[in-house]
């Protein structure tokens, strides 16, 4: 299929389960996906944009660059000003798999959406 494999961004505190906040998150974990395969890559640091009632744009910033490459970013929960901020570099936000394992959710995704959008 032309496009694959895909890198896709998670936030997740224990490498297992999509669980975290997109605005909490110290780290995202970045996978490879194909419709049938899933592979770990690298763990990128980054500083927690979400500071309570208000927010780090500068942590904004490291975090988009840190996510531009991949198609999507998954995560528990992410806000609105954040949604726009990453559909406006071209990344997808996902939170429908919110609290499911990592590596199940990678690949149902690629195979329902990016199958369905022939991306290439």
């Known amino acids: 299929m032309n496009g694959f494999p895909i890198k896709l961004a998670v936030a997740s505190t224990d ?3 999509i669980n975290e ?6 780290q ?3 996978y490879s996906a194909t ?3 899933c592979d770990f890559l690298e763990t990128r640091e980054v500083a927690h944009y979400c ?6 744009e500068s942590a904004m ?3 988009l660059e840190a996510i531009k490459d991949c198609y999507a970013v998954f995560v528990a ?3 609105e000003g954040p949604t726009k901020k990453v559909h406006a570099i071209d990344v997808r936000a996902v939170s429908e798999y919110a609290y499911a ?4 959710s990678l690949l149902d995704y690629t195979r329902r959406t990016v199958a369905s959008e022939s991306i290439g």
Do not use: P, V
């Open 15 to 17: 490498g297992i389960s």
């Open 21 to 26: 906040h997109f605005g909490h998150a110290k």
């Open 28 to 30: 995202f974990r970045i």
């Open 35 to 37: 419709s049938d395969r």
């Open 51 to 56: 500071l309570g009632q208000h927010s780090d």
């Open 61 to 63: 910033s490291g975090i």
């Open 77 to 79: 929960r992410i806000g």
């Open 101 to 104: 394992a990592i590596e199940e």
